[in-house]
C-alpha cells in the first residue's frame, strides 16, 4: 500500500505520460493533484491543457510563462560558454527541465503540497534533472516517479490506460515516437527512431524546411552582442525570447539545425535522437565568430578546455550545483569584452560566418597583414622566439642520435 500522500504537484504537458499520470495518482493514491505546466516556447496554445487536466482530475492547473526566462537565464548563460554535449547537442531539453522544476517547487511550497511528481521515465535522463533540482531546493521533498513504480512499462500500455479512461493523447499507434518542444529545439525519440539505421520522415520535422527544398537564394543576417549575450537581429533590438524565436525562423526557412545522433545518457545506456534546433545553431556560430576577434588567445583555450565539462553538467541535471555555479561564474568572466557582431550567410542547411566586428577587437590589421607592415612587427623577433621553443626538441634529438648536445 502507498504511504498516505495529500497533495501533489505534477509537471504537466497534457502528452500521452502526464495525462496517464494524472489520473494513476488520482487513482492510486487517492490525493489531490495539482497540475502545472510550464510555457517554455512551445509553440502551441496551452489554454486546451488547462481543461483537459481539469477533466482528467487535477483540483488545479497552473500555467505560467516562463519564455522569458527560459532564454535569458538558461539558454543565453549556456551559449555564452558555447556548450555542446558530445560535440553535437545543444541541451534544449536539459535546459529546460531545472526551470521547470523550480518553478514547480515553488508551486509545491506556496499550495502547501506534500510531493511532486514527473513523467520522465526510469531509463532516461530527465529524471535526474527534475530530481535533482527537487532535492537541492528541498532536501525533503516526496518524489512520486510513476515510470519507476506502475506497471505500465510501454507506450502501448500507456495508450490502452488513456483509452480506458476517455483521456485524449496526441500520440498513435502508427506515429508512436515522442516530441518534446521548447523555444531552443525539439526534440524527438522513441518508436520508429529506436533504430539507429532507419532516417526520420521528412513528415516529422516542424522547425525546419528540408534542406533540399529551402530557398535558392542563400540570406545574410547579422547578430549583435554584449558581453557574450545577443541583443539584436539585422539591427534590430529584440527582448531574449523574441531574439531567440527570430532567429528560429530565420534558419528554419533555410534549414539548419537538424541533429540526428546517438548519444551517451547519464544513466549508462546509448540512445538515439533526433533534434531541430535552427535559432541556436545560428547563435552559437554568430558568438564563436565575434569571440574569435574579442578573447585573449589562452582565456579561449583555457575556457574551451571546460567545455565538455559545462556541457556534461548541464546534461546530467546538475544545473544547481556548486560546481556548477563555479564553472557559469568562470565563463561569464571570459566574455566582457565579447561585444561586436557576426555576419552569416544562410544557405540551405548551412550556416557560414561571412564577416565580423567589434570595437573590442583585438584583431590588428597592421600587425597580421602580408603587406608591409611599418614596423608594427619585427618579424627577426620569431628567430629566437622559435629557437628557444626548440630548445628541448633539439636536446631530445641530440639525445637520441647518439650525439652529446652542446
Same mark, same amino acid.
Given at each position: 500500500m502507498a504511504a498516505k500522500v495529500n497533495k501533489v504537484v505534477l509537471a504537466y504537458s497534457g502528452g500521452l505520460d502526464t495525462s496517464v499520470i494524472l489520473?494513476?495518482?488520482v487513482e492510486t493514491y487517492q490525493c489531490e493533484v495539482i497540475a502545472f505546466a510550464a510555457d517554455?516556447?512551445?509553440? *502551441? *496554445?496551452?489554454?486546451? #491543457? $488547462?481543461e483537459k487536466a481539469m477533466k482528467t482530475g487535477a483540483s488545479k492547473v497552473y500555467i505560467d510563462d516562463l519564455t522569458e526566462e527560459f532564454v535569458s &537565464? @538558461? #539558454? @543565453?548563460?549556456a551559449f555564452r560558454a558555447n556548450a555542446l554535449y558530445e560535440g553535437q547537442y545543444l541541451l534544449g531539453t536539459s535546459l529546460a527541465r531545472p526551470l521547470i522544476a523550480k518553478r514547480q517547487m515553488e508551486i509545491a511550497a506556496a499550495e502547501g503540497a506534500d510531493a511532486v511528481s514527473h513523467g520522465a521515465t526510469g531509463k532516461g535522463n530527465d529524471q535526474v534533472r527534475f530530481e535533482l533540482t527537487y532535492l537541492t531546493m528541498d532536501p525533503n521533498i516526496r518524489i512520486i516517479a510513476p515510470w519507476r513504480e506502475w506497471d505500465l512499462l510501454s507506450r502501448t500500455r500507456l495508450m490502452e490506460f488513456a483509452e480506458k479512461h476517455g483521456i485524449p493523447v496526441p500520440v498513435s499507434k502508427d506515429k508512436p515516437y515522442s516530441m518534446d518542444r521548447n523555444l531552443l529545439h525539439i526534440s524527438y525519440e522513441g518508436g520508429v527512431l529506436e533504430d539507429p539505421w532507419t532516417a526520420p520522415d521528412e513528415s516529422m520535422f #516542424?522547425? !525546419? !524546411? &528540408?534542406?533540399?527544398k529551402a530557398p535558392d537564394r542563400a540570406e545574410e543576417i547579422t547578430v549583435d552582442f554584449e558581453q557574450g549575450d545577443p541583443v539584436a537581429v539585422n539591427g534590430e533590438k529584440l527582448s531574449p525570447a523574441a531574439l531567440l524565436a527570430r532567429?528560429? *525562423?530565420l534558419g528554419g526557412r533555410h534549414g539548419i539545425g537538424r541533429v540526428d545522433l546517438v548519444e551517451n545518457r547519464f544513466v549508462g545506456m546509448k540512445s538515439r535522437g533526433v533534434y531541430e534546433t535552427p535559432g541556436g545553431t545560428l547563435l552559437r556560430a554568430a558568438h564563436m565568430a565575434v569571440?574569435?576577434?574579442t578573447m585573449d588567445r589562452e582565456v579561449m583555450h583555457l575556457r574551451d578546455g571546460l567545455i565538455p565539462r559545462y556541457a556534461e553538467l548541464v546534461y546530467y541535471g546538475f544545473w544547481y550545483s556548486? *560546481?556548477? $555555479? #563555479?564553472l557559469q561564474k568562470t565563463m561569464d568572466e571570459t566574455q566582457h569584452n565579447v561585444t561586436g557582431t557576426a555576419r552569416l550567410l544562410l544557405y540551405k542547411g548551412s550556416c557560414r560566418v561571412t564577416g565580423r566586428k567589434s570595437k573590442q577587437s583585438l584583431y590588428r590589421m597592421d600587425i597580421a597583414t602580408f603587406e608591409e607592415d611599418e614596423g608594427a612587427y619585427r618579424q627577426k623577433d620569431a628567430e629566437g622566439f622559435i629557437r628557444l621553443n626548440a630548445l628541448r626538441l633539439r636536446i631530445g634529438a641530440m639525445l637520441a642520435g647518439g650525439k652529446t648536445p652542446s
Amino acid at each position: 500500500m502507498a504511504a498516505k500522500v495529500n497533495k501533489v504537484v505534477l509537471a504537466y504537458s497534457g502528452g500521452l505520460d502526464t495525462s496517464v499520470i494524472l489520473k494513476w495518482l488520482v487513482e492510486t493514491y487517492q490525493c489531490e493533484v495539482i497540475a502545472f505546466a510550464a510555457d517554455i516556447g512551445q509553440g *502551441e *496554445e496551452l489554454s486546451p #491543457v $488547462r481543461e483537459k487536466a481539469m477533466k482528467t482530475g487535477a483540483s488545479k492547473v497552473y500555467i505560467d510563462d516562463l519564455t522569458e526566462e527560459f532564454v535569458s &537565464d @538558461f #539558454v @543565453f548563460p549556456a551559449f555564452r560558454a558555447n556548450a555542446l554535449y558530445e560535440g553535437q547537442y545543444l541541451l534544449g531539453t536539459s535546459l529546460a527541465r531545472p526551470l521547470i522544476a523550480k518553478r514547480q517547487m515553488e508551486i509545491a511550497a506556496a499550495e502547501g503540497a506534500d510531493a511532486v511528481s514527473h513523467g520522465a521515465t526510469g531509463k532516461g535522463n530527465d529524471q535526474v534533472r527534475f530530481e535533482l533540482t527537487y532535492l537541492t531546493m528541498d532536501p525533503n521533498i516526496r518524489i512520486i516517479a510513476p515510470w519507476r513504480e506502475w506497471d505500465l512499462l510501454s507506450r502501448t500500455r500507456l495508450m490502452e490506460f488513456a483509452e480506458k479512461h476517455g483521456i485524449p493523447v496526441p500520440v498513435s499507434k502508427d506515429k508512436p515516437y515522442s516530441m518534446d518542444r521548447n523555444l531552443l529545439h525539439i526534440s524527438y525519440e522513441g518508436g520508429v527512431l529506436e533504430d539507429p539505421w532507419t532516417a526520420p520522415d521528412e513528415s516529422m520535422f #516542424v522547425l !525546419t !524546411t &528540408d534542406p533540399a527544398k529551402a530557398p535558392d537564394r542563400a540570406e545574410e543576417i547579422t547578430v549583435d552582442f554584449e558581453q557574450g549575450d545577443p541583443v539584436a537581429v539585422n539591427g534590430e533590438k529584440l527582448s531574449p525570447a523574441a531574439l531567440l524565436a527570430r532567429l528560429n *525562423e530565420l534558419g528554419g526557412r533555410h534549414g539548419i539545425g537538424r541533429v540526428d545522433l546517438v548519444e551517451n545518457r547519464f544513466v549508462g545506456m546509448k540512445s538515439r535522437g533526433v533534434y531541430e534546433t535552427p535559432g541556436g545553431t545560428l547563435l552559437r556560430a554568430a558568438h564563436m565568430a565575434v569571440e574569435s576577434l574579442t578573447m585573449d588567445r589562452e582565456v579561449m583555450h583555457l575556457r574551451d578546455g571546460l567545455i565538455p565539462r559545462y556541457a556534461e553538467l548541464v546534461y546530467y541535471g546538475f544545473w544547481y550545483s556548486p *560546481e556548477m $555555479r #563555479v564553472l557559469q561564474k568562470t565563463m561569464d568572466e571570459t566574455q566582457h569584452n565579447v561585444t561586436g557582431t557576426a555576419r552569416l550567410l544562410l544557405y540551405k542547411g548551412s550556416c557560414r560566418v561571412t564577416g565580423r566586428k567589434s570595437k573590442q577587437s583585438l584583431y590588428r590589421m597592421d600587425i597580421a597583414t602580408f603587406e608591409e607592415d611599418e614596423g608594427a612587427y619585427r618579424q627577426k623577433d620569431a628567430e629566437g622566439f622559435i629557437r628557444l621553443n626548440a630548445l628541448r626538441l633539439r636536446i631530445g634529438a641530440m639525445l637520441a642520435g647518439g650525439k652529446t648536445p652542446s
